[in-house]
């Protein structure tokens, strides 16, 4: 009682100092208000909603905010301090003392005494419904032609006379569960799959395999392509802030000995908010440093691992968001931007450090004359009409995206080639076992 008699008055002296206080024996204070303060050894408690962890063996990073600043607040912690159930999203009361931070580009850090979750978030579960969709198909969903042919192996005995198809119709091995998720986004508004994926590319890179997995998600009454990358962010965030919390060890492993000063540059991906640059202002950038690329940056032009990797590094090494590109390089579902005659659409790509493309993504065309009018002239009318019903019958606006597995695990572990972190990778002339 004696104690916190004296505690309090000295407390309330301090909040006239400092910006905000509340009854408890703690001074309050927002992101901003925090970021804006001198060290100091009074406690303080500052509430938000975690925008990455970052685990390491001495130490655990959080980078909270609250929504007063755009800049999040450090918080620095004893690895033990931390709830078990401390994730990205979820809602935390930290207290502790404000000390000047070493770090170059901040002033101040919050160092935790205590940390509360208030409000858990299961990263695992944001009420997407996981979708199976099928490996064998008949659509080819990009357009692109880069499909497997599915066949009996032992056509004489299989052929059935009629159709000389073993479906009826041609069959492949799917290059996107997209159109699927499409037609399921009408029962579950949001869905999502994670399987395996095929593509006839004839690529050696070091970006493409024949097979992989892609995580692919669909979204229905989007209001624009901002909802899609905003999911688009936060699933790489709390993905990798659940793995460095969870397996650290794995992941010291390759930043120690494969890919040196990739646990930084992972750090700064996750404490800063992704850069969006539309497809115009890239050009423009590339251009003026046109002299530094094979291929030449052209307006109406795909951009090339070159150009995307220089927009990465231009932009600070913090992954960066194209948008907007033109209508005519993505495929027949893109939404057109209604910019002029089909002159870009609401299409997205996430592109990361030393990888360039890791997401892509677009508004799909909902408006069904635009998408039969689209569909038609490039003969594809006739194949689509069940896509041209999800139109006809309670068509609503919607999106979504696919991000390459093994590109994802390039990318947190720092490994230059695709081949190497897949044990049994596919590539043209190449199938072992
Ligand atoms: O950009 P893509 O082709 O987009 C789609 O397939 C959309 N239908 C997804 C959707 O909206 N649901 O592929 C998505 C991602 C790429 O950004 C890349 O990370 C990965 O899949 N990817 C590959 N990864 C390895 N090898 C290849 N050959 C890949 N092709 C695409
Ligand atoms: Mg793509």
Redesign the pocket.
């Known amino acids: 009682m004696l104690k916190s008699r004296r505690i309090v008055p000295s407390l309330l002296r301090l909040s006239t100092l400092l910006p905000s206080c509340n009854r408890s024996l703690c001074v309050k204070l927002s992101v901003v208000q925090a970021l804006s303060a001198k060290a100091s050894d009074k406690d303080v408690k500052l509430q938000g909603w975690i925008r990455s962890v970052r685990s390491q063996k001495e130490v655990l990073f959080l980078d909270v905010n609250d929504g007063s600043s755009l800049d999040n607040l450090q918080v620095v912690a004893d690895p033990n301090l931390g709830p078990k159930n401390l994730t990205y999203g979820c809602a935390v009361e930290v207290r502790g003392k404000l000390m000047k931070s070493t770090y170059a580009k901040q002033n101040i850090e919050l160092h935790a005494e205590d940390i509360k979750v208030v409000g858990p978030c299961d990263p695992v579960d944001n009420n997407f419904v996981h979708i199976h969709t099928p490996i064998i198909t008949s659509n080819d ?2 357009g692109a032609g880069e499909l497997f042919k599915v066949e009996p192996a032992n056509k004489e005995r299989c052929e059935q006379k009629e159709t000389n198809h073993f479906f009826n119709i041609p069959a492949f091995l799917t ?2 569960g ?1 159109l699927h ?1 499409e037609v399921m986004t009408g029962a579950f508004t949001k869905v999502f799959t994670f399987g395996p994926t095929f ?1 006839a ?1 004839n ?1 050696q890179s070091r ?3 024949a097979e ?1 997995y ?1 995580v ?1 998600a ?1 979204i229905a009454f989007t209001d624009g392509l901002e909802d899609i990358m905003q999911v688009m962010e936060d699933l790489f965030k709390a993905a990798t802030s659940c793995l460095l919390m969870k397996c650290p060890k794995d992941i010291e492993l390759f930043h120690k000995y494969i890919a040196p000063g990739q646990k930084d540059r992972l750090d700064l991906m996750l404490k800063k908010p992704f850069v969006v640059l539309s497809y115009n202002e890239a050009i423009n950038i590339l251009k003026k440093d046109a002299h530094k690329f094979e291929f030449k940056p052209e307006w109406g032009h795909d951009l090339q691992t070159e150009h995307e990797k220089y927009l990465v590094q231009h932009c600070g090494n913090v992954p960066v968001f194209v948008v907007n590109y033109p209508y005519d390089l993505k495929p027949f579902y893109a939404r057109d931007n209604d910019d002029g005659p089909q002159r870009t659409a609401a299409a997205v ?1 996430l592109l990361v450090p030393g990888i360039g ?6 508004l799909r065309e909902e408006r069904l004359h635009l998408l039969q009018s689209r569909l038609e002239m490039l003969g594809l009318k006739e194949t689509y009409q069940w896509y041209l019903d999800l139109r006809r019958f309670g068509s609503v606006p919607h999106g ?5 597995f ?2 994802y695990l390039q990318c947190i572990l720092g490994v230059e080639n ?1 081949k190497d972190v897949i044990p049994f990778p596919r590539f043209t002339h190449s199938c072992n076992l």
């Open positions: 969903c990009e290059v996107s997209q998720l593509r590319e690529s970006r493409h395999l992989f892609m692919e669909e790509d493309e890791l997401f892509g993504g677009s979504g995206f696919g991000m390459g093994e590109r695709i």
